[in-house]
């Protein structure tokens, strides 16, 4: 036991440290902070503007409103933006498998995993997380939401952040057995969540909501909270997302373990 | 074409096609965008129509975007701006090969990678979904010369993207940028009609809605042929206008490249 409680002390002291490192080397390079957080924001900004115009036209999609709408949609850019500030350098594994980078990595005194997903920050959450509150923000007060629900939606957040780290360490870990440095597994999650859970799931046929729900826990990290939020869902629900992140990161952890097991060096 | 242009798109085609796997994933990706916005535009239009556009119009809108976007996305953008970011351009520079006619080869072979699958993956989505066909025979060949100025038109906006790294250390932020400003202002998204007239003036002064909107405009005869030629007049314009712009930008921002130990 006491070896475990020392050994995560030693990797979050690693983690800490690498983070910090990388927040310190932003400062050197001002134009590409400077870029990259425009263009987060700018997403960010299409996706309001999307929004806004689509509810020009209808007043509901599926029974949501606006205000509903832009929790939904708040609530996944803010926890995306966090799972990019704290774990974006897992993006870079396939490219550290095919360079031979992970060989430096795994000779290293601190856990593999943590030196992958610490290594550097997703410059772009500084816009993203700005425009992701503003949209929550509005939305949380347009739909009713008081100040009571705020440790209820940053219990949620923290519970979707770690569903989304897990899942990319996953789609990552895929590229120790595919060939390619491209994460494309890891872009495909990425974008099976821009598209489909910016909706209600429930406009989709039941084998996607049941795979979104089930197979990729997807709805626990946005539309299973949006709906504990705004009153959709029975407060018991509050048990299903922590249960969701401590399997999806139980598995996460696995395959990373069996990925460099299987890991042969650079070239394959 | 010079048979150094036609040698630099092969080894490009050669190089997307050499990782299989990768290769199958990316065309998924673009499957799995067309179903969740099917999904999402039937739910919004059902019996009724939005914009003008039916359920049928709509399935259809969507196929081509599918179709254009398979292709915009494909592109060898990341080859190109490493090779300013890792300063292979001052190799490029001493080449008797024109920086920007090579870049425009390579580019397009990494396009041309990707018509098999778009072109199967568009046939089955149309068998399966049974889109709106096209408003005449001539607005379908109309359709295809309008797709067919993609490659130009995405190879002009790319280069231009890229031309950034020279000023800064990453290209990840440009790339998100203007792949954000295409899927918007195309009316991938979401169809330009539902956009305030303001929004719409905006999108059709922009190189970027020829990707979806014009193409679409054509197919559904929302636009008569005299208005369908007008548009291609417009991308035969944009791709020229873009060429020019690259080799104008190109020619003051190679002035900021430092050889090393020169």
Not at chain 1, 179 to 183: F, S, V
Not at chain 2, 189 to 196: E, T
């Given at each position: 036991m006491a070896v475990d409680v020392s050994g995560s002390r030693h990797a979050f002291g690693v983690y800490r440290r690498s983070i910090g490192a990388y927040l310190r080397s932003i400062a050197e390079y001002p134009a590409d902070f400077w870029v990259m957080a425009v263009s987060g924001t700018f997403w960010q900004i299409m996706l309001f503007a999307f929004l806004t115009i689509l509810f020009g036209n209808v007043s509901t999609i599926d029974g949501w409103g606006y205000h509903e709408m832009l929790v939904l949609a708040g609530f996944l850019a803010t926890s995306w933006s966090s799972t990019a500030l704290l774990w974006d350098g897992i993006w870079d594994t396939g490219k550290m498998i095919v360079e031979g980078d992970m060989d430096y990595r795994i000779t290293r005194p601190a856990p593999v995993l943590v030196q992958v997903g610490s290594k550097?920050?997703?410059?772009?959450v500084f816009g993203e997380a700005t425009l992701g509150l503003v949209m929550l923000g509005i939305g949380w007060t347009g739909a009713g939401l008081g100040l009571g629900a705020v440790p209820t939606g940053l219990f949620l957040l923290l519970c979707a952040i770690v569903i989304q780290a897990s899942l990319l360490t996953i789609a990552n870990a895929a590229n120790f057995w595919m060939?390619?440095?491209?994460?494309i597994i890891a872009f495909m999650v990425t974008e099976l969540q821009n598209e489909a859970m910016r909706f209600p799931l429930t406009i989709f046929p039941a084998a996607v909501r049941l795979v979104l729900t089930f197979g990729l826990p997807l709805a626990f990290a946005s539309f299973v909270p949006a709906q504990i939020l705004t009153g959709r869902l029975d407060a018991w629900w509050l048990l299903a997302p922590p249960i969701a992140a401590a399997a999806s990161a139980a598995v996460a952890v696995w395959v990373f373990r069996m990925g460099l097991r299987a890991y042969d060096s650079a070239g394959h | 074409m010079a048979s150094v242009d036609l040698a630099l798109a092969t080894i490009s085609f050669k190089r997307k096609i050499a990782y299989k796997t990768t290769w199958l994933f990316s065309v998924l990706f673009g499957g799995w965008s067309l179903l969740a916005g099917l999904a999402v535009w039937s739910n919004l239009i059902g019996d009724g129509e939005m914009g003008g556009y039916d359920w049928q119009a709509m399935k259809a809108y969507l196929i081509v975007g599918f179709l254009t976007s398979t292709l915009a996305w494909a592109g060898s953008d990341w080859e190109m701006a490493n090779r300013i970011l890792d300063g292979l351009v001052a190799v490029d520079l001493t080449k008797p090969v024109d920086f920007q006619r090579a870049r425009a080869g390579e580019y397009i072979g990494g396009m041309a990678a990707s018509v098999p699958a778009a072109i199967l993956g568009t046939a089955a989505a149309v068998l399966i979904f049974r889109p709106a066909p096209p408003d005449s025979a001539l607005a379908a060949v109309l359709t295809v010369v309008s797709v067919l100025f993609i490659f130009p038109l995405a190879f002009g906006i790319t280069y231009l993207s890229v031309l950034t790294c020279f000023v800064t250390q990453r290209y990840l932020g440009i790339q998100w940028a203007r792949d954000t400003m295409l899927a918007f202002f195309s009316g991938m998204?979401?169809?330009?009609?539902?956009?305030?007239l303001w929004l719409q003036g905006v999108a059709w002064a922009l190189p970027f809605v020829h990707f979806t909107t014009t193409p679409a405009s054509i197919y559904l005869g929302r636009v008569d042929t005299a208005g369908a030629l007008g548009l291609l007049a417009a991308e035969a314009a944009w791709a020229v206008g873009l060429w020019v712009i690259g080799r104008l930008i190109w020619s003051q921002l190679v002035k900021k490249v430092t050889v090393h130990g020169g």
């Open positions: 550097h920050v997703g410059m772009q060939k390619g440095r491209t994460p | 998204m979401v169809p330009l009609a539902l956009m305030p």
